[in-house]
């Protein structure tokens, strides 16, 4: 029996669920419907297949740290994560992860593609869905699982089915863009369509063998930066000038809309792809009153709306059908109908080159994190929290000044030619072009509060020396 090979989409950027999912924290890392996040369900889901062999993960560059951690906190497999320099849609990232195992001699090990982002209610049927699909996949067919409709929905492509060829394996008729109502519901009456889901299972070298008849440059661009990639600590790091070469498009439009190889597979498992707030309020249990409330949150005469409060107290008065979504820097309030516009929204504000399009005011490093407090002309207030036995790199800048303030935990220091054992409620003041460094010795986490001060405060003005997560830059004068 042909080992399967689960491959993790987790490259998308989920702006529909701004403000909670940014460029640099988007949704796949988010909990939004268990207290796992949603890659984190999607490696969970695949527990109990025959022959699974650990995920290949393949993600942005930026979120590199993100997706360790989380595999880390929910799986004891070593997992591949493959990191693309830049967004080339999903027919390239697949390649690169069938590639790699070209490269292993496995392939003709069975490649399940999942997206990073979807929820599956009925594990237990999915998994008899990729059972079903596995002869199918070794015979050489490339199989795409279609949700079964349940509404006539105008956000997602569909699929129709043609003549079975197995017992619930049927041809691919022929894929279909994204219909108007009209066509959708007409689409729902014939019973012969799915949705399209973006779950797809084949071998290794099926696919590749497809890709080649398609896109024979794009397959040589993906060996190449493969052959040329680095190992970095987890990561397998992608060679970012032959990348940027491949053209871009998506496993539908360069296979599978291509190929008579295609099968399809009907999943009526509960599937949701979490596309917007609306879809996520479809999704979670509701009160007698039709609404989903999370945080600190008080409603008098609301029904069918979404709220939920990190921070704040959030009262709301006779309102229907809304969506407010409050963050520690960040309020969304708009109609449920018109939520799909969010996307603009965000459009807008990175246009505007607003950071609240990009990161929240908690960013994640893999030391820790930190949580912008104040920034205001000239200073800017952080409280750091450092894991114990992290340590930040060993670093300077050119523009600022520093000055912590250890308030829990203990925190080692090197400043300049000083190296300080710091405890709480002891500080140290960090010159311009000072080189520094902060560990965590302990066992607790250590917290501090950084005051910054200078005449230029961005995160770009830095010098590393010494970084045990690969991050060094040259410095440049």
């Known amino acids: 029996m042909s080992s399967i090979v689960p491959v993790i989409l987790s490259g998308g950027s989920g702006s529909r669920l701004w ?281 008098r005469d609301v029904h069918n709306s979404l709220i939920i409060s990190e921070k704040k107290l959030i009262a709301c008065l006779g309102m229907d059908n809304f969506i407010l979504v409050e963050t520690d820097d960040s309020i969304l309030l708009a109609s449920k109908e018109r939520v799909q516009e969010v996307k603009k929204i965000v459009e807008e504000i990175a246009e505007l080159k607003r950071s609240e399009a990009n990161i929240h005011r908690k960013v994640y490093r893999p030391w820790g994190f930190y949580d912008s407090i104040e920034n205001e002309l000239g200073f800017q207030v952080k409280r750091l929290v450092v894991y114990p036995g992290a340590q930040l790199s060993l670093q300077k800048h050119y523009h600022r000044a520093e000055h912590w303030v250890v308030v829990k935990g203990t925190a080692e220091v090197v400043n300049g030619d000083q190296e300080l054992l710091l405890r709480v409620n002891e500080s140290t003041y960090i010159p311009i072009g000072a080189k520094h460094q902060l560990r965590n010795p302990g066992k607790v986490q250590l917290e501090l509060i950084e005051v910054q001060s200078g005449d230029y405060l961005g995160e770009d003005d830095i010098v590393r020396y010494e970084d045990i997560y690969g991050r060094l830059e040259v410095e440049s004068n």
């Open 19 to 299: 403000p909670s999912s940014r460029a640099l924290y988007p949704k796949q890392f988010l909990r939004l419907v268990s207290d796992k996040t949603m890659l984190q369900e999607t490696v969970l889901r695949l527990d109990g297949l025959a022959d699974l062999e650990a995920p290949i993960v393949v993600a942005n560059h930026e979120h590199r740290f993100l997706v360790a951690e989380q595999l880390r906190e929910c799986t004891e497999q070593k997992c591949k994560i493959i990191l693309e320099p830049v967004a080339k849609n999903t027919a390239p990232a697949i390649a690169l992860a069938a590639l790699s195992l070209e490269a292993d001699g496995r392939a003709d090990d069975v490649i399940l593609v999942l997206p990073a982002d979807h929820v599956i209610e009925d594990v237990a049927g999915f998994q008899r869905a990729v059972e079903s699909g596995r002869s199918s996949c070794v015979a050489g067919k490339l199989v795409t699982f279609g949700i079964v409709p349940s509404a006539p929905e105008t956000g997602y492509g569909y699929i129709r089915r043609g003549e079975e060829v197995s017992l619930g394996v049927y041809e691919v008729g022929e894929f279909v863009e994204k219909p108007n109502l009209e066509t959708a519901q007409v689409y729902i009456d014939s019973g012969a369509y799915f949705w399209n889901s973006g779950i797809f299972m084949f071998t290794a070298a099926s696919y590749l063998e497809q890709l080649q008849r398609n896109e024979p440059e794009m397959v040589e661009v993906c060996r190449e930066s493969l052959r040329n990639a680095s190992d970095d600590l987890d990561f397998i790091r992608i060679d970012k000038d032959e990348f940027e070469q491949c053209a871009s498009n998506s496993i539908d439009y360069a296979v599978m809309e291509n190929t008579l190889e295609a099968v399809t597979i009907g999943l009526d498992v509960g599937w949701n792809d979490i596309g917007s707030w609306s879809a996520l309020w479809q999704q979670l249990d509701k009160d007698g009153n039709g609404n989903v409330l999370r945080g600190d949150v008080m409603t």
